[in-house]
Structures are given as C-alpha cells and as structure tokens.
C-alpha cells in the first residue's frame, strides 16, 4: 500500500492542476475577506471574525470541492490505462491499490482544505490579534470535528470514481450532488422544516453546517462597550449522534467501494 501512496503522491505532486486547485482556493478565501470586510463597512477584521464570516464558510464550500476533486483525479485518472495492470503484476493486492488511492485522497483532501482555511486564519490572528467574537478553543473544537463529515465526503467520492470509473464524469456529479446537499441544508436550517432527525443526520452538508455552526450570538462587555459574542450551539451529547453517522457512513462507502473495485475487470 505504501508504494501505491509513494508513486500516486508522484504523480499528483507533478500535475500542475493541483497547484491550479491550490491557489483558486487562497484567492477565493482572501476575495471572501475582502468582500466581508467591505460590507461591514471597512471595521476591524481580527482573527475570530474572520473565522466567522470566512472560515466557518469557506470550510464547507470548499471542503466539498477539494473532496471531491482530488478524490475523483486520485482513484480515477489511471483507471483507463494500464496502470492498475502493472501494479497488480508487480505482486500488488487489490486491497493495497485501493486503499492507497483512498488513503491518498483523504490526505491531500484534508491537507489542503485545512492550509486553504487555516493559513489565513492564522496570518489575520497573528497580525490583527484574536479578538473576542468566538473562543479559539471553540474554533479549534470546531475545526477538528469538521475532519468527520470530509472524511465521509472523501469516501463517498472514492465509491462513485469506482463505480462510474471516469473522474470526469464523478466530477461533474459529484459537484451537482454536493450543491443539492448543501441547498437542502441551508433550507433545513432557514425554514425550520420539520424532518426527521434520522434524515438530517445523513446529510453531509447539514452535519458540516452543524459542526461550523456560529449563529449563536450573545451580548458580550468589554472595556466599556457591548460585543458580539459566539457561544456554542450544541453540547458534547448532541454532536456524538453526528459524528458517528459521518464515521459510519465513511465505513459503508469503504466497504461498498472495496466489493466494487475488487470485482472490476481492470483494462
């Protein structure tokens, strides 16, 4: 398996998409801040406003997108030639190919969605100071658990890039299916629609919202004037549910694609 991670990190470090992927994700970061920080009429941007207003959002969008993209290029663009072929004659087991490329993809995945978001986090804290909008132990808490619904994102992609075997086309769906995600989620929590737990709980884009969540304002005093402040919206207890619904649907996704893949017939 690690010489499938070794050789397929190889190739993606040479595909100059990558980079492409890489740099459209800090400018649409930094062009949310400038656009936030324009609206809020040009007022101080300290780190836990940025990640608020930016981070908390761009976290979601681009999740997905990363997920889905690195995924779909890592299980799938040699699947048409005949790389898997050589790898399996080179005394590789089905096992080891597939989870290589499935490992990979949520390594660079969570990599780059984590340097795409934190970095400027970071930078606006360390020049800007904190501030006192969110707790950073709030932040920290939020943005770890947010690794739960990628890695669930990342195996369902790697499940579709074996089923359809061209990451064109898983691309192509998989983008339509995370912005119906995400536009399901966003009515679930704009018009309180009264459904089931038990659905809610299986939609990726609603557990990632649950997870960032930073609605929950309260009136805050410091040095003699009112401030905003973010209090957590949910408990402990009430995010175990969430957590393990994204963990056990990474688990499903894994098994379902492995029978899959261990069945093809490889060109």
């Not at 192509?172 to 018009?191: K, R, T």
């Not at 009112?226 to 919206?233: H, L, N, T």
């Amino acid at each position: 398996m690690f010489n499938v991670i070794k050789a397929q990190s190889y190739q993606i470090r040479r595909d100059n998409t990558t980079y492409y992927y890489i740099i459209g994700a800090f400018l649409f970061s930094i062009f949310m801040g400038l656009v936030i920080l324009t609206d809020s009429g040009g007022g101080e941007m300290d780190g836990s406003r940025w990640f608020v207003s930016v981070t908390s959002f761009s976290m979601s969008y681009l999740g997905n997108l990363f997920a889905l993209m690195f995924t779909a290029r890592i299980c799938g663009w040699d699947l048409q030639d005949r790389t898997l072929n050589y790898e399996l004659m080179n005394g590789c087991k089905r096992s080891s190919i597939y989870l290589g490329r499935v490992v990979l993809s949520l390594l660079w995945s969570l990599g780059i969605v984590y340097a795409v978001t934190v970095i400027p986090l970071a930078a606006v804290g360390l020049t800007k100071g904190w501030g006192d909008m969110i707790s950073m132990g709030g932040v920290i808490r939020r943005l770890a658990m947010a690794a739960f619904p990628l890695i669930k994102m990342c195996c369902l992609y790697a499940l579709l890039t074996f089923l359809i075997l061209d990451w064109r086309a898983v691309i192509a769906i998989g983008f339509v299916f995370g912005q119906i995600e995400m536009l399901a989620a966003m009515m679930l929590d704009e018009l309180s629609i009264n459904v089931p737990k038990a659905v809610t709980e299986c939609i990726t884009a609603f557990a990632m919202n649950k997870i960032l969540d930073c609605s929950n304002t309260a009136l805050g005093y410091k040095d003699g004037e009112d401030i905003v402040v973010i209090k957590d919206s949910f408990t402990a207890g009430q995010l175990v549910p969430t957590l393990a619904v994204c963990a056990a649907g990474a688990v499903l996704y894994l098994i379902l694609g492995y029978a899959l893949f261990r069945k093809r017939d490889l060109k």
